[in-house]
């Protein structure tokens, strides 16, 4: 079918710019949800492992360093030992089990993915510890701080990790992000909405947009941060009700 033919979000007459740009952060948040519900299915027919790398003091210490209660972090530990025992069980995540979790194939090679992993992985040692696998997720907490959301966001589209976003950077991501969608959409079209989005956001006109343009156009549009944010990770628990530790801790 011709791409002329497909309508398309990007394409849709109705949508402002900042909502087309928006468009562009909503696989990686898909991503993240469809990586809970794969991991909660899985647990509905499988039995819970008991080996546990992690003593209570480092749970209550990541639940103080994170929006989630103790019994919240509990239940994200057993959804992380579900993932990272998929190929290599040695109580990390490697990337090649996070791709066999999201498209049942530990192999190939995703841009968006990549960048989602390298943002979760903290140390930067190739894999995602269970601390940066909480405080990743930590940033789509409904009560997590704006200003933390900005920042993953803009650090996402960095990557090259100069501090500044750049054309290419974005059209890399967003002709990624469309090869994904199975979207299809013109090279001129996506240099039109890349004409658009610089002139909106680049204020100093540099061909670049920096850290600060970048929080000024984001708070101007409050629907971008709609689509960094998971409401169903305020409740970890409702979603693995048969996964949290019984502690005896009460939480406030």
């Known amino acids: 079918m011709d791409s002329t033919n497909r309508l398309t979000p990007f394409q849709s007459s109705s949508l402002t710019l900042g909502e087309r740009i928006c468009v562009a952060f909503i696989p990686f948040v898909v991503v993240v949800d469809f990586l809970i ?35 919240e972090v509990e239940a994200l530990y057993q959804l992380f030992e579900k993932l990272s025992s998929s190929i290599i069980d040695d109580g990390s995540i490697h990337k090649e089990e996070l791709l066999l979790a999201l498209f049942q194939t530990p192999y190939g ?7 989602v992993f390298d943002l979760f992985d903290e140390k930067k040692n190739g894999v995602i510890e269970f601390d940066e696998f909480v405080h990743a997720l930590n940033i789509f907490h409904p009560c997590s701080p704006v200003e933390d959301k900005i920042d993953f966001a803009f650090r996402l589209y960095d990557l090259r990790q100069t501090g500044f976003i750049e054309r290419e950077e974005v059209k890399q991501m967003v002709v ?77």
């Open 109 to 115: 090679e995703n841009l968006f993915l990549d960048r």
């Open 37 to 71: 519900s794969k991991m909660a299915n899985c647990f509905n027919c499988q039995p819970r492992r008991e080996k546990r790398r992690y003593e209570f003091s480092d749970i209550t210490r990541l639940a103080d360093e994170s929006r989630f209660t103790v019994n």
């Open 176 to 252: 990624a992000i469309l090869m994904e969608s199975d979207m299809e959409l013109s090279d001129d079209l996506i240099e039109s909405i890349l004409d658009q989005t610089f002139a909106d956001v680049d204020a100093d006109k540099d061909g670049r947009i920096s850290k600060e343009e970048w929080k000024a156009f984001v708070l101007r549009r409050p629907s971008l941060l709609k689509n960094m944010t998971l409401p169903h990770l305020k409740d970890i628990t409702a979603i693995f009700p048969s996964f949290v530790y019984h502690t005896g801790v009460e939480e406030l």
